[in-house]
């Protein structure tokens, strides 16, 4: 039995952008867990790692030693049957959908090539993070909590259904939780303040807080260290980012470190109804999603002031800054600086020194690491 498990890239990671400009695919958050943690799940006692971009190499370390490796790409969601192949796989095989490696094990070109013939769940979009979040979620729910007991809510909380996992250290008064439409899991030391209505199914991170009176329509991620408030529908915020206030986020996917202003808005329904085409970083054109509720993509560090409005399918790039009356355009590049009566750029030094302070706050140093990301992404994918 293989021992390391080697994270790798395929043709998604570019369709995947801008959330992995400044991570690997694996590390995207989707469900309750990343998708390199729902694979660690199934296999945990390998030792793991990425084989990434040069970029995020430094930060994201390939394993080393073990010759007896698998190769695994974690765009495709683990399920019992998938799980099962690959666990099969013997020295020199692959594991192949629709032409698309699976899994390799060894550190050479596969001698035999298995076709998956099952179906697969595969993160291949942004839009598919929050479009496939409710499968997701059911997924990482069963797998935690299997043979597990919850800590108690307090009496003042109403519970409807008995899907709720609540961990160790949670905080929650005079809430009410419906888990009829799908499972909510509270992680350790989250708050839900009071007044608050959550519809599963729904994932409140470490450390995370929705604020008072919040109202959560699932299926609905909200990563650790995040702090919400008002109206979420069907979103993914993927950690260490704030919507602290009233307005609406839905059908959305927001990066790291991101913060969204008081009343600020998104639409995630065109008003002829139609179907949302968003722009593709990887085609430079805009992209049929086949959805007709899409709303906002937004990038790491990006932000926006108060009473922001977005479009139906805009995406954000890295560190934008937005603000101002109006609707800016539908894709704000990385390193953007304006709204809708027009952008500059978001100079490299003003835009490290409010990063650093953004994450100071959350006691983490935006080290020399964490800033060639971000000028790599300037670099290549910055401009107006």
């Known amino acids: 039995m293989f021992k390391t498990i080697v994270f790798v890239e395929g043709a998604e990671t570019e369709h995947l952008y801008p959330l992995t400009l400044t991570r690997p695919v694996g590390e995207l958050r989707c469900g309750i867990r990343t998708l390199s943690e729902k694979w660690r799940g199934v296999f945990p006692d390998c030792h793991t790692g990425y084989q990434t971009r040069q970029h995020l190499q430094v930060k994201y370390p390939e394993p080393e030693g073990d010759r007896d490796v ?3 790409n974690p765009s495709f969601l683990p399920s019992d049957a998938l799980a099962e192949a690959v666990r099969k796989l013997k020295p020199n095989e692959g594991l192949f959908k629709d032409g698309e490696p699976i899994a390799v094990r060894g550190r050479k070109t596969p001698e035999t090539e298995h076709q998956y013939t099952g179906e697969v769940t595969r993160i291949f979009h942004p839009w598919d993070l929050f479009s496939r979040n409710g499968e997701a979620m059911a997924y990482d729910f069963a797998a935690l909590t299997r043979g597990r007991t919850s800590a108690a809510l307090p009496s003042s909380c109403t519970v409807i259904g008995d899907d709720i996992f609540v961990e160790e250290g949670v905080d929650a008064e005079c809430a009410t939780f419906n888990t009829k439409s799908g499972p909510i ?8 303040m009071e007044g608050c209505n959550v519809r599963g199914g729904f994932y409140l991170g470490e450390h995370s807080t929705l604020k008072m009176g919040a109202k959560i329509y699932g299926p609905t991620t909200i990563g650790p260290h995040c702090k919400v408030g008002g109206e979420v529908n069907n979103s993914v915020v993927q950690g260490y980012s704030n919507k602290g206030h009233e307005g609406f986020l ?14 600020s808005n998104n639409s995630n329904l065109k008003n002829n109804y139609a179907d949302v085409r968003v722009w593709s970083m990887a085609k430079k054109t805009f992209v049929k999603t086949g959805l007709q509720f ?3 993509i937004m990038g790491d560090h990006s932000k926006c002031g108060i009473n922001t409005m977005f479009n139906t399918g805009t995406v954000v790039g890295v560190s934008a800054n937005i603000f101002g009356s109006g609707f800016p355009r539908n894709y704000i590049p990385s390193f953007s600086w304006g709204g809708a009566a027009g952008f500059s750029e978001y100079k490299m030094d003003k835009a490290l020194e409010t990063a ?3 994450m100071e706050r959350r006691s983490i140093d935006l080290d020399e690491t964490e800033k060639a990301i971000l000028r790599w992404v300037k670099d290549n994918h910055g401009g107006v």
Do not use: K, M, P
């Not at 839905?250 to 009343?263: H, K, M, P, T, Y």
């Open 356 to 358: 650093a302070l953004v």
């Open 185 to 192: 899991y509270l992680d350790r030391n989250s708050t839900v």
């Open 70 to 72: 698998l190769f695994l």
């Open 250 to 263: 839905g059908n959305s996917v927001l990066g790291e470190w991101c913060n969204i202003g008081a009343d």
């Open 294 to 296: 899409c709303g906002l």
